[in-house]
């Protein structure tokens, strides 16, 4: 089995809309993704999952120069942002992305698949 990472991504639009709603707004969607969690932990390709903080929560460091450099804020300018993951086990790519889809449909939004390095 192949590990993959599941990543949401949100951009400035998504996040517009998302600060008006209210947690009732929310609960579908909340319960929609809960349900999917449980499906991928009975059918044993859960391995870890959990939503992040706005972009605006971000603090970078970076140590690759002579002196720690902290920062608040993403790295760098983007579009997308990510908002959320699944670390799951599929047998390939291909049941990968029929989890994915299964992922978008459930959180309300594009699901970026990427495999893990093997070894």
């Known amino acids: 089995m192949s590990q ?64 720690p450099v902290v920062t608040d804020g993403p790295f760098s300018e983007s579009k997308e942002y990510l908002g959320g993951f699944w670390i799951i086990e599929a047998a390939d790519l291909d049941a990968a992305l029929d989890w994915a889809k299964q992922g978008s449909r459930a959180c309300g939004g594009p699901v970026e698949v990427r495999p893990f390095q093997e070894g």
């Open 4 to 67: 993959y990472f599941l990543a949401v991504n949100h951009d400035e639009a998504s996040i517009a809309e998302m600060a008006t709603m209210t947690p009732e707004d929310m609960q579908p969607m909340f319960e929609a993704v809960g349900a999917f969690n449980d499906k991928l932990r009975a059918e044993g390709a859960w391995l870890f999952a959990g939503g992040l903080q706005t972009h605006d929560a971000t603090t970078v460091v970076d140590n690759t120069g002579d002196a």
